[in-house]
């Protein structure tokens, strides 16, 4: 028989630690300053005490396996079913799609000609009302840095330096940067201007790093998640 | 040639295909992150699978399994009154009145306390003690199984809570010796709690006879239903061809459920009530749900060869529903930390915002609101009924780690502790309920830190936020008047 010593008491404490911080690791709530954290402690807890924490994880594998194995064909099913649902809901789902282009064109700056071509890594937006601690993230890209006044000469620095810059309408109390994924569509900051029209812009990626207004909008349908980046 | 019991199953998968396929666009934004669609999916899941079994339910007649018309006083049977430290004087005073002939009474203890071992000795009945609590509850019957098993054609087995008429027996053994029911392994009863007096135990029990309506018109249309493990009786002789209950598994009666499908059994419900107590307090609720919640995961390590899809569909409604508690603080965390926002401004806050927030928070309602007319035509109130709602949800809010935890340490350490429910009485107090699971103090104040950088997400969220914070003071309150109660049963 192969069997395991016993082992301190303490290093159960270390096998928590350990497994919770794996569970953090890769629980996407966490955010991913955190997850490095929790990854890591989770490694060092792992070299301290290998055995206990193998043991758990090898359990866990198990029970995982074993709901799998029964339920296999029922979780086809389900999987096929939401795969749907999120291809119907991507494909149909409210876009929040702007009506009035022309509107919102003459209130924004046109900048897409000075972009074009631009190795993006930062994208900064220039809000007249935006706080300047203000910080905004989107996915896979550096935190976005809102400038408190937008200002032309401004501008024209960050072009020169290479930036990606964004510009929303007079007014605006808020903005924020989403990733989309439905076609061309990447990268995204919606703005509401002093009057509550819901204002969009986007950057298409394959239009080498243009950034396009595509208009606003009345708010009859508020989207859920108004004013939130994700990441 | 479809098994019994498909239809639920069919009904299952087209209401969970309509709901997660037409709610999402009418709901969600494209732009929301792909977790939120995950999450509502995750609700729909349950959303789904409980209306398929209302509306299975709704159509499909009662059926109960053929019995004989004439009692039948030969078989021997022994009634197993099993104890473990949890004696409930009311059940031990209400044992050995039954009507059928050729019944033994038998206390199978495990108590390790002396004050309920004198009060088990004192009652006129045999009682079977053994040197250790090895295999926990299947243990202590498989113990009595080598001892008296062979003289019995059946057994009752009933936990220390269990209260049934004077003529269970009698009337079991109708069903039991019908020449149709010669398959049948085990009968299980329809359970009713007795101990309505105080307020928790008299709402938690409340939706009683909604689900026993439902059991009654959906559980004989299955191959077999899982044992529900006491109020019910065992053919000896089909128990000891299997190998008797399974000692490996703190689930015994699930355990030997698979056993006997695989012997070629099956269990059945009847249409006869038992008695059984609800805990009297949340602490004792709160741990028989984490038991039941780990025993639940550990089971899955059994041996399900044999076991039809329809009841493996049983097994997945099962896990589904304590997995759903990890739902609870996976949404907390991803709504507070999982986006940034600044707050939002007051022009573009429409009551729209807010109504849709409602209305996504009202999702998992509709089978409950469906229910209301079935509640009414059952005697229940619309304000019980939704009183005893509001308190399971109370309660699972304020159970959600622990209930989580309890399942992570049943997948991660193979093995748990058997805790038995705790039947006693004691004082309730709110500082006790917040003390009791102090861990979700750090958790709501990690969750306000989340908040404080996302600004604006509280106020989409504020229903279940609200329920949330609140969940140890509606718990409080359900306990009612009698929540500075003492310890009774000591």
Known sequence: MNELPPEPVWKRYVANIGTGSLIGAVAPAVPTAFRIGFGVTALVCLVIDSQWFR????????????????????LLVLLAITGTGGAVWRHFGNRSTPKSIVDARTNVLQIQRSLTGKDIRTLWVLSKDARPTDRVYARGWEPVVVEHRADPSRLKTYLSKGKVVAEDVPGSPSGFIRKYYRGKCMFASDYFDSEGRFVLLEYDENCNGKLVVIGSESPSFFPPFPVFSYH | MLERGFAEFVLFVTCFAVLAIFTPPLLLPTSAPIWIFLLLESILLGVAMDLAQLLT????????????????????VAVLFLVCDDVVPEALAALGHQTHPRTDLFVLDDSGDRRVQALVDAAPFRVVRRLDRTGNKAGNINHWLRLHGGRYDYFLVLDSDSIVSDDFVEQL?????????????????????????????????????????????????????????????????????????DERFVAEDIALTLRLIRGGYTSRLVNLTAGEAEPEHVFSHVRRLERWAAQTIEILRADWR??????????????????????????????????????????????????????????????ALLKIPLALSLGISVADYAKSRILWASIAWYAMLSVCAAQLVAAMDGTFAFAVTDKRKRGIHLTTI?????????????????????????????????????????VYWFHGTTREAGDVAQ
Request: proline share 9%; hydrophobic share 50%; glycine share 4%.
């Open chain 2, 173 to 245: 053994l109708r069903y039991a010796e019908h020449p149709s029911n010669r398959d049948v392994a085990v009968f299980n009863s329809l359970p009713v709690c007795w101990n309505t007096a105080s307020p928790f135990p008299r709402l938690a029990a409340i939706c009683t006879p909604i689900h026993n309506w439902m059991r009654l018109r959906l559980a004989n249309r299955l191959p077999s239903i899982f044992s529900t493990g006491h109020n019910n009786l065992h053919r000896t002789l089909a128990v000891l061809a299997v190998g008797g209950f």
């Open chain 2, 57 to 76: 339910a709704a159509v499909s007649p009662e059926r109960d399994l053929p019995k004989l018309d004439h009692p039948v006083p030969e078989p021997s």
């Open chain 1, 55 to 74: 043991r758990r994880l090898k359990t866990i594998a198990q029970t995982v396996s074993e709901f799998v194995r029964h339920f296999w064909w029922l």
């Open chain 2, 306 to 367: 044999s076991v039809s899809l329809v009841l493996r569909y049983q097994m997945f409604r099962q896990t589904w529903f304590y997995l759903m508690f990890f739902f609870y603080p996976l949404t907390a965390l991803l709504a507070a930390w999982g986006m940034r926002s600044t707050a939002p401004h007051p022009g573009t806050l429409s009551s729209s915002a807010i109504a849709f927030a409602v209305l996504i928070a009202s999702i998992p309602l509709i089978p």
């Open chain 2, 434 to 474: 917040v003390a009791h699971h102090w861990h979700l103090i750090p958790f709501w104040l990690f969750l306000a830190a989340g908040f404080y950088r996302n600004t604006a997400h509280p106020l989409s969220s504020v229903v279940w936020l609200t329920f949330g914070c609140i969940a140890p003071l509606l």
